[in-house]
């Protein structure tokens, strides 16, 4: 073998006394093995077996391998406490490197390695005779080990479940009893293929069809397509036809190209699969293009394509072209297409702002999702009603149908838009804590899908979120937002950033919004540009336009926020009393707390319409804190969870004071302390985590907590509602608020301890 391999003398010494079997297909030097280690040891060196210790080589294994005994044979048919197998027995590419390096070919080392396997007798006659040796030496050296069989199905690179599933067991097991697999790890049998490839052709199209369908069964998708390009034409077609989907799906998009080229003239199903494939590389007009001309003599196949287009043109941002692509699939009917294509048309009709019909096709969508058992097409309708309802006004109904939605969600992407879409519905139903932990678990699964859109649109409505609570951090945010979204190419939401970053005062930021929204906007978002800019230069036309835009979008949000505004330009008790029912009637909790909003509730109570301001009065929003008569902090899940009151009231000393040093905190909360700081640490402590980290923090040498949306405060409500009420001359109402919020917010009633 011009080797010397002490590694396997070791082996077979370590397996000793117990006794070894080794075993391997002819050509890994089993008898060279054995015959130097008997020599070394001194042990006798038989081919016919025996009970006796001794080095046997056998054609057939033995009954059994009795202490002392080290055994070679081709099969490895019996029980051992020590085996050494073709893995052991082979050249490892150290080996293959040194022989080659012997011989004086070692440039030969790595492609006869590869080759081979580390067989080594064929290892060996390769690096003596070259590489024009290779294919003659194989064939001489197998068929002797080969059964008579056809060989012919082997040439095609796929599964050995494949063989046996299509009917070829019985080869199979004849390529395994006579050892030339049998207990061989693949990777040393590239040579069988090498055989094959040089001296059989390519067995009839229709048995490799019958061993495709196999390999098709088992998903085996890129082996498929593997063996039918061996055949090209018809017979990768109809594979491709097949194998294409589940391998795009599943991620394989260049694999699937690779293979689709070489394909001349594609079927309608593969124009379908092409589509998807430029699709996912982001080529959407190249997709739109294979799909141009599409026959029309397959319904299914139409319908499916009329998704596929319609789709393409509003990832395109075409939503209107989108919308009548998706009604001509409306229109064919009964199809198993017509709930996709009623979800379809109601997100264009959401894009278009035209809530209403979304909602109607939705409503359908889910309905047939459900009676058919779909639901991939389910979870997507039930998405988009939610979103039509959010954008209708009817945000209660919006988040439960977003949770009812969670759960049929997988894959971090769908997860991520639909926690997002709810961490939005929730701040507008003022519940800051809750949707701030919404949009977190958002931003999680949008970092997990690696998707630009879903990364942007998160932090955006965060920094949305971070600006209606006056914390520092969303002009960052908002930054941030933008070069995501920059990378997703999406001016719809570049303009929601903008219009955020205008709120904050940044220049440019109002005209850059309009500008976006312009190209890639829908009536909605320029209704809500118009009420941002109507509130930054105090002009009524803009609140009259965005009444005018929200009533064409049917945005009942805007719509409400529009009528807000022009009321508090020119407010009167008449129009109030109406205005306060569909306010309180929409549940929109984040405008009650509005104190610039505060006029509404008393003029309307002066008209007639208490609703509004009682309930205004009685306590609304996630944390209702009292200090008039007691001191308590409650949210929707029972009392905040504060070891004393000198936690609520730090909170309460620092909303009222905005910032204050943390030494006099600490001298005025705990003056008979020996270690005031220190309470005062213990404090903040409990208020973080009873509360939120972001909403009480140490700047510099001064302490100071956020009041965020959603916090009903009554010396903070009571203040605003009288100094309104006077200013308007309602003496009514002002009465109304003295007689249910008595007394005032004294800080010295609590200082002392409980």
């Known amino acids: 073998m011009y080797l010397h391999r002490p590694r396997l003398l070791r082996a077979l010494q370590e397996g000793l006394p117990e006794g070894v079997l080794v075993h391997a297909p002819a050509g890994f030097g089993k008898t060279l093995l054995l015959k130097s280690f008997a020599e070394a040891k001194g042990l006798p060196y038989r081919r016919d077996w025996s009970p006796e210790p001794g080095c046997y080589d056998l054609r057939k294994p033995p009954p059994e391998v009795l202490p002392g005994q080290v055994v070679a044979a081709r099969q490895a048919r019996l029980p051992a406490l020590h085996r050494l197998g073709p893995e052991d027995l082979a050249f490892t590419p150290e080996e293959v490197g040194e022989l080659a390096r012997r011989l004086g070919k070692r440039e030969l080392a790595g492609p006869v390695h590869a080759l081979f396997g580390g067989w080594p007798h064929l290892t060996r006659r390769a690096l003596e005779r070259g590489e024009a040796a290779w294919t003659p030496?194989?064939?001489?050296?197998?068929?002797?080990?080969?059964?008579?069989?056809?060989?012919?199905?082997?040439?095609?690179?796929?599964?050995?479940?494949?063989?046996?599933?299509?009917?070829?067991?019985?080869?199979?097991?004849?390529?395994?009893?006579?050892?030339?697999?049998?207990?061989?790890?693949?990777?040393?049998?590239?040579?069988?293929?090498?055989?094959?490839?040089?001296?059989?052709?390519?067995?009839?199209?229709?048995?490799?069809?019958?061993?495709?369908?196999?390999?098709?069964?088992?998903?085996?998708?890129?082996?498929?397509?593997?063996?039918?390009?061996?055949?090209?034409?018809?017979?990768?077609?109809?594979?491709?036809?097949?194998?294409?989907?589940?391998?795009?799906?599943?991620?394989?998009?260049?694999?699937?190209?690779?293979?689709?080229?070489?394909?001349?003239?594609?079927?309608?199903?593969?124009?379908?699969?092409?589509?998807?494939?430029?699709?996912?590389?982001?080529?959407?007009?190249?997709?739109?293009?294979?799909?141009?001309?599409?026959?029309?003599?397959?319904?299914?196949?139409?319908?499916?394509?009329?998704?596929?287009?319609?789709?393409?043109?509003?990832?395109?941002?075409?939503?209107?072209?989108?919308?009548?692509?998706?009604?001509?699939?409306?229109?064919?009917?009964?199809?198993?297409?017509?709930?996709?294509?009623l979800t379809s048309r109601g997100a264009a009709r959401i894009r278009l702002g035209r809530y209403r019909e979304a909602a109607e096709d939705l409503e359908e969508a889910l309905?047939?999702?459900?009676?058919?058992?779909?639901?991939?097409?389910?979870?997507?309708?039930?998405?988009?009603?939610?979103?039509?309802?959010?954008?209708?006004?009817?945000?209660?109904?919006?988040?439960?149908?977003?949770?009812?939605?969670?759960p049929l969600k997988t894959a971090p992407?769908?997860?991520?838009?639909?926690?997002?879409?709810?961490?939005?519905?929730?701040?507008?139903?003022?519940?800051?804590?809750?949707?701030?932990?919404?949009?977190?678990?958002?931003?999680?699964?949008?970092?997990?899908?690696?998707?630009?859109?879903?990364?942007?649109?998160?932090?955006?409505?965060?920094?949305?979120?971070?600006?209606?609570?006056?914390?520092?951090?969303?002009?960052?945010?908002?930054?941030?937002?933008?070069?995501?979204?920059?990378?997703?190419?999406?001016?719809?939401?570049?303009?929601?950033?903008?219009?955020?970053?205008?709120?904050?005062?940044?220049?440019?930021?109002?005209?850059?919004?309009?500008a976006f929204f312009q190209e890639g906007g829908s009536p909605g978002e320029l209704a809500e540009w118009h009420l941002v800019a109507g509130r930054l230069c105090g002009r009524p036309e803009h609140f009259e336009e965005a009444l005018r835009l929200a009533e064409k979008a049917g945005a009942g949000r805007l719509l409400l926020l529009a009528r807000l505004e022009l009321f508090l330009k020119a407010p009167s008790p008449g129009e109030a009393k109406a205005l306060a029912r569909e306010v309180l009637k929409a549940g929109f909790q984040d405008f009650w707390l509005w104190e610039r909003a505060f006029p509404l509730p008393l003029l309307a109570f002066e008209a007639g319409e208490e609703g509004l301001l009682e309930a205004l009065l009685a306590g609304v929003g996630w944390l209702r804190v009292r200090s008039l008569k007691a001191l308590e902090a409650r949210t929707e899940e029972g009392p905040l969870p504060l070891p004393s009151r000198k936690e609520l009231l730090l909170l309460l000393l620092l909303w009222r004071r905005k910032a204050l040093e943390a030494e006099a905190l600490a001298r005025l909360l705990f003056p008979g302390s020996k270690n005031p700081k220190k309470r005062l640490q213990v404090a903040v402590h409990h208020l973080r985590e009873a509360l939120d980290p972001d909403l009480v923090r140490l700047e510099g040498e001064a302490y100071r907590a956020y009041l965020p949306p959603g916090v009903w405060w009554d010396a903070r409500v009571k203040e605003s509602l009288l100094r309104w009420a006077r200013r308007l001359s309602l003496p009514q109402a002002q009465a109304r608020v003295e007689e249910a919020l008595p007394g005032r917010f004294s800080p010295r009633a609590y200082l002392t301890d409980p």
């Open 137 to 341: 030496e194989l064939r001489a050296f197998l068929e002797g080990l080969l059964p008579p069989l056809d060989l012919r199905p082997f040439l095609l690179p796929l599964p050995e479940a494949a063989f046996r599933q299509a009917g070829f067991g019985e080869a199979v097991e004849a390529l395994l009893a006579q050892a030339l697999a049998q207990g061989v790890p693949l990777r040393l049998l590239p040579a069988l293929a090498a055989y094959l490839e040089a001296t059989h052709p390519l067995p009839p199209e229709e048995t490799a069809r019958r061993l495709l369908e196999a390999a098709l069964a088992l998903g085996a998708w890129e082996e498929a397509l593997e063996a039918a390009g061996r055949y090209g034409g018809g017979l990768l077609l109809w594979t491709l036809e097949r194998a294409g989907r589940p391998l795009l799906e599943g991620g394989k998009v260049e694999a699937f190209f690779r293979h689709a080229e070489r394909v001349a003239h594609p079927s309608p199903r593969l124009r379908l699969l092409l589509a998807l494939g430029h699709r996912m590389r982001g080529e959407l007009d190249r997709g739109l293009a294979v799909l141009e001309g599409f026959p029309e003599e397959d319904p299914a196949l139409l319908a499916e394509a009329l998704l596929a287009r319609g789709t393409l043109l509003g990832l395109k941002g075409a939503h209107g072209e989108a919308e009548g692509v998706f009604s001509q699939g409306v229109a064919l009917g009964e199809t198993p297409l017509r709930a996709r294509f």
């Open 367 to 406: 309905f047939l999702s459900r009676k058919e058992r779909l639901k991939e097409v389910e979870a997507l309708a039930l998405h988009n009603l939610a979103i039509a309802r959010h954008h209708l006004g009817e945000l209660a109904e919006a988040v439960r149908l977003y949770r009812e939605v969670l």
């Open 413 to 514: 992407l769908s997860r991520a838009y639909t926690l997002l879409s709810l961490g939005e519905a929730l701040s507008y139903l003022g519940r800051f804590l809750e949707a701030k932990r919404t949009l977190f678990r958002a931003r999680e699964e949008a970092w997990a899908s690696g998707d630009y859109r879903a990364m942007g649109y998160t932090l955006l409505n965060l920094a949305d979120l971070y600006r209606e609570a006056g914390l520092p951090e969303a002009e960052g945010l908002y930054r941030e937002a933008e070069a995501h979204l920059e990378k997703a190419h999406d001016p719809y939401a570049l303009g929601l950033v903008h219009l955020g970053l205008a709120r904050l005062g940044a220049k440019g930021s109002l005209e850059r919004a309009r």
